[in-house]
């Protein structure tokens, strides 16, 4: 996908939105043209409309890929906590950690706001013109997902939210609006369910192009819609929703049906497939030189190409800005403040791990760490998974290798543990499993003050997971950076953007949808123990060690399967969810869907925010019922024309002032 300096035109109030996007003839990918602005009937051409359309996949790049929206999905869960440098208000506070309040002017989530009503805008203008214009059912098949796709965020993360912005329900708008009123739950879903199954009936098996939306995909929406309603309409630990409404569907179905819908739509999608499958490893689902695989369903694209690649920001030094992607810095230490003694005169020392634009590395920001129980026993980490589970050694950065031949520094080694000398492209730390804690003795000047300890026989200093910190901790390698044109050197373009996809929908994520709604008593051909072992045994086998940087075989599927439990639980799930999707952004979304939040997140532990920091500190969040939605943001609430009150009544309860 090309991108030529998007641009999107918001009214005051909810939204008018303006088109700058084309087809092309020639090419198997959208091509986006500039428009600086349009007329109301630009949506009567042909012209106009695909260019509607080629939008809708644009503005992906606007939240996902954003590390603040990241924060906002992960802090405060049971896998991200705020690092070092995540002090601004906007980490601590979703943090929960009674260090400032969630505010309408401070949440990350509120990126998702106006970006979603402008694109659901465009949809219902593509919806209603299309069909005029020339452009047929599948095509615009196309926009009723987008739309269907939006909101769907939008009731997950806000409560109910309008469905009139200014015209009638699901209607294009053209005009100024400054007033609004939140439609409830139930009447968004039942929008949601009527435009994915419409999608599910006109949409392609097959993508028209390159990364375009197809059956699959809306079935996979309308199954997580499915799911997620049937627990709303459950509420099994009674938290509040805004609109107030009693909690029925329009339609007349309990919640168990909801259930078994959501199983049926998912056993539905996995036994036809169409252009998907699983990867046959995890690592191959994840690795940057297999992007935009077969696994991978939908996706925010991203390029190398400086003048399409990046919505025209280039890539040489990232401005931390949508619609670059970069995420992937949030969840990366300062690797780069390590320092190491030169085996030539140990009174002079190097950076041995410097920053270099690949997938284990990349720019670091430090502002978000994993918590440090997750990789104790009893996480979802624990020794007992990391022995046979490859998805640990294809989620995290464990091993810093030397690289600072690359800069162009000719030094031959540093000295490294037990006076062991390290060369270049040589592992300098290392993170071990918690049982081996006790071999290892710490030293508060190791590293340059990052007091990395020491086992008997190894060159490599080493820190064990049971001392994660704010300041170090694995990174999450799935989301790192890749280039091709580093040119045997560091990469100079390591501070811009990621010019990878940001993957958000993948095909594996059917088997654990059916398995949640069987847990909750759906019936069907598969159970969930068998569904989740589907994932588990792919899960036990290896054909690369991304920490050891080598290439194996290993098949440890058998050990998997053995050790899923017979029965499988809520809890079980999300510990699956946890390892198949650590760090992309599902997490808060799965612990407020399952109302398992605060069971789950209240406590967890990581050490301090000093480089020699390794003892662990307990935190406990305090989690109120009302946090389950999000605040409606300040600038929406500003812009309309409404009495005070009005305003007040139109923000989410937890959130008033």
């Given at each position: 996908?090309?991108?030529?300096?998007?641009?999107?035109?918001?009214?005051?109030?909810?939204?008018?939105?303006?088109?700058?996007?084309?087809?092309?003839?020639?090419?198997?990918?959208?091509?986006?043209?500039?428009?600086?602005?349009?007329?109301?009937?630009?949506?009567?051409?042909?012209?106009?409309?695909?260019?509607?359309?080629?939008?809708?996949?644009?503005?992906?790049?606007?939240?996902?890929?954003?590390?603040?929206?990241?924060?906002?999905?992960?802090?405060?869960?049971?896998?991200?906590?705020?690092?070092?440098?995540?002090?601004?208000?906007?980490?601590?506070?979703?943090?929960?950690?009674?260090?400032?309040?969630?505010?309408?002017?401070?949440?990350?989530?509120?990126?998702?706001?106006?970006?979603?009503?402008?694109?659901?805008?465009?949809?219902?203008?593509?919806?209603?013109?299309?069909?005029?214009?020339?452009?047929?059912?599948?095509?615009?098949?196309?926009?009723?997902?987008?739309?269907?796709?939006?909101?769907?965020?939008?009731?997950?993360?806000?409560?109910?939210?309008?469905?009139?912005?200014?015209?009638?329900?699901?209607?294009?708008?053209?005009?100024?609006?400054?007033?609004?009123?939140?439609?409830?739950?139930?009447?968004?879903?039942?929008?949601?369910?009527?435009?994915?199954?419409?999608?599910?009936?006109?949409?392609?098996?097959?993508?028209?192009?390159?990364?375009?939306?197809?059956?699959?995909?809306?079935?996979?929406?309308?199954?997580?819609?499915?799911?997620?309603?049937?627990?709303?309409?459950?509420?099994?630990?009674?938290?509040?929703?805004?609109?107030?409404?009693?909690?029925?569907?329009?339609?007349?179905?309990?919640?168990?049906?909801?259930?078994?819908?959501?199983?049926?739509?998912?056993?539905?999608?996995?036994?036809?497939?169409?252009?998907?499958?699983?990867?046959?490893?995890?690592?191959?689902?994840?690795?940057?030189?297999?992007?935009?695989?077969?696994?991978?369903?939908?996706?925010?694209?991203?390029?190398?190409?400086?003048?399409?690649?990046?919505?025209?920001?280039?890539?040489?030094?990232?401005?931390?800005?949508?619609?670059?992607?970069?995420?992937?810095?949030?969840?990366?230490?300062?690797?780069?403040?390590?320092?190491?003694?030169?085996?030539?005169?140990?009174?002079?020392?190097?950076?041995?791990?410097?920053?270099?634009?690949?997938?284990?590395?990349?720019?670091?920001?430090?502002?978000?760490?994993?918590?440090?129980?997750?990789?104790?026993?009893?996480?979802?980490?624990?020794?007992?998974?990391?022995?046979?589970?490859?998805?640990?050694?294809?989620?995290f950065t464990l091993r810093y290798y030397t690289n600072w031949d690359k800069s162009g520094n000719k030094e031959a080694a540093v000295l490294g543990a037990n006076g062991s000398q390290i060369k270049p492209n040589e592992v300098f730390l290392s993170w071990?499993?918690?049982?081996?804690?006790?071999?290892?003795?710490?030293?508060?000047?190791?590293?340059?003050?990052?007091?990395?300890?020491?086992?008997?026989?190894?060159?490599?200093?080493?820190?064990?997971?049971?001392?994660?910190?704010?300041?170090?901790?694995?990174?999450?390698?799935?989301?790192?950076?890749?280039?091709?044109?580093?040119?045997?050197?560091?990469?100079?373009?390591?501070?811009?953007?990621?010019?990878?996809?940001?993957?958000?929908?993948?095909?594996?994520?059917?088997?654990?949808?059916?398995?949640?709604?069987?847990?909750?008593?759906?019936?069907?051909?598969?159970?969930?123990?068998?569904?989740?072992?589907?994932?588990?045994?792919?899960?036990?086998?290896?054909?690369?060690?991304?920490?050891?940087?080598?290439?194996?075989?290993?098949?440890?599927?058998?050990?998997?399967?053995?050790?899923?439990?017979?029965?499988?639980?809520?809890?079980?799930?999300?510990?699956?969810?946890?390892?198949?999707?650590?760090?992309?952004?599902?997490?808060?979304?799965?612990?407020?869907?399952?109302?398992?939040?605060?069971?789950?997140?209240?406590?967890?532990?990581?050490?301090?925010?000093?480089?020699?920091?390794?003892?662990?500190?307990?935190?406990?969040?305090?989690?109120?019922?009302?946090?389950?939605?999000?605040?409606?943001?300040?600038?929406?609430?500003?812009?309309?024309?409404?009495?005070?009150?009005?305003?007040?009544?139109?923000?989410?309860?937890?959130?008033?002032?």
């Amino acid at each position: 996908m090309k991108t030529k300096n998007i641009k999107y035109i918001l009214a005051a109030g909810l939204l008018s939105c303006g088109l700058t996007a084309t087809f092309t003839s020639c090419s198997d990918v959208l091509d986006e043209q500039p428009r600086s602005q349009f007329d109301t009937t630009f949506f009567t051409t042909k012209t106009g409309i695909e260019g509607g359309l080629t939008s809708l996949y644009a503005h992906l790049r606007y939240f996902y890929g954003n590390g603040y929206y990241l924060n906002s999905c992960e802090t405060g869960t049971d896998e991200y906590t705020y690092a070092e440098s995540g002090s601004g208000q906007n980490f601590t506070s979703l943090d929960e950690t009674n260090q400032g309040a969630i505010t309408s002017e401070v949440c990350d989530a509120g990126n998702l706001w106006g970006t979603a009503f402008a694109n659901i805008n465009t949809a219902s203008g593509v919806i209603e013109n299309g069909a005029a214009a020339g452009i047929s059912d599948a095509l615009l098949a196309e926009a009723y997902f987008f739309r269907a796709f939006d909101y769907f965020l939008l009731v997950q993360t806000f409560g109910g939210v309008p469905l009139d912005l200014g015209a009638g329900e699901l209607k294009f708008n053209t005009s100024t609006v400054r007033s609004s009123v939140r439609n409830t739950v139930p009447e968004v879903y039942k929008a949601i369910f009527a435009d994915l199954e419409k999608a599910i009936a006109d949409l392609p098996e097959n993508p028209r192009l390159t990364g375009s939306v197809t059956k699959n995909v809306a079935r996979l929406y309308l199954s997580k819609a499915y799911l997620t309603f049937a627990w709303w309409l459950e509420n099994p630990r009674n938290i509040p929703t805004y609109p107030e409404c009693e909690r029925k569907d329009l339609n007349g179905l309990s919640a168990t049906q909801y259930y078994q819908k959501a199983y049926d739509m998912a056993l539905e999608a996995i036994n036809n497939p169409g252009p998907y499958k699983l990867q046959p490893t995890f690592y191959d689902v994840n690795i940057a030189t297999n992007d935009r695989n077969s696994e991978i369903m939908l996706y925010a694209d991203h390029n190398e190409d400086e003048k399409y690649g990046n919505g025209g920001a280039g890539y040489g030094w990232g401005n931390g800005a949508s619609p670059e992607n970069f995420a992937h810095w949030f969840e990366c230490w300062n690797y780069t403040q390590l320092q190491a003694k030169l085996a030539s005169d140990p009174t002079k020392t190097l950076a041995p791990v410097q920053r270099e634009a690949v997938q284990a590395l990349g720019r670091p920001w430090t502002r978000m760490a994993p918590v440090a129980n997750a990789f104790m026993a009893g996480g979802v980490w624990e020794d007992a998974v990391k022995a046979i589970d490859s998805r640990y050694d294809a989620t995290f950065t464990l091993r810093y290798y030397t690289n600072w031949d690359k800069s162009g520094n000719k030094e031959a080694a540093v000295l490294g543990a037990n006076g062991s000398q390290i060369k270049p492209n040589e592992v300098f730390l290392s993170w071990v499993p918690e049982s081996e804690d006790s071999k290892i003795t710490y030293n508060a000047d190791n590293g340059g003050g990052f007091n990395l300890g020491e086992m008997a026989g190894r060159p490599d200093f080493v820190v064990a997971v049971n001392h994660i910190s704010r300041k170090k901790y694995p990174i999450n390698w799935k989301l790192g950076i890749y280039r091709t044109d580093n040119n045997g050197g560091l990469g100079s373009k390591v501070n811009g953007g990621n010019p990878r996809p940001f993957n958000i929908a993948k095909f594996s994520e059917f088997y654990l949808i059916a398995a949640e709604a069987a847990v909750k008593g759906a019936k069907g051909q598969k159970t969930a123990y068998d569904l989740v072992n589907v994932l588990r045994e792919r899960a036990g086998k290896q054909t690369f060690s991304v920490n050891d940087n080598v290439t194996v075989s290993v098949d440890n599927s058998a050990a998997m399967v053995a050790a899923t439990p017979t029965t499988i639980t809520i809890d079980y799930i999300l510990d699956e969810r946890s390892r198949e999707f650590w760090g992309e952004g599902y997490r808060w979304f799965d612990l407020v869907r399952t109302q398992e939040w605060e069971h789950r997140a209240k406590t967890y532990k990581i050490a301090g925010k000093g480089a020699g920091d390794i003892t662990l500190e307990t935190f406990t969040r305090t989690i109120p019922a009302g946090h389950y939605l999000r605040p409606i943001p300040q600038g929406q609430l500003d812009g309309m024309e409404m009495s005070d009150e009005e305003k007040v009544n139109y923000q989410n309860p937890a959130y008033r002032n």
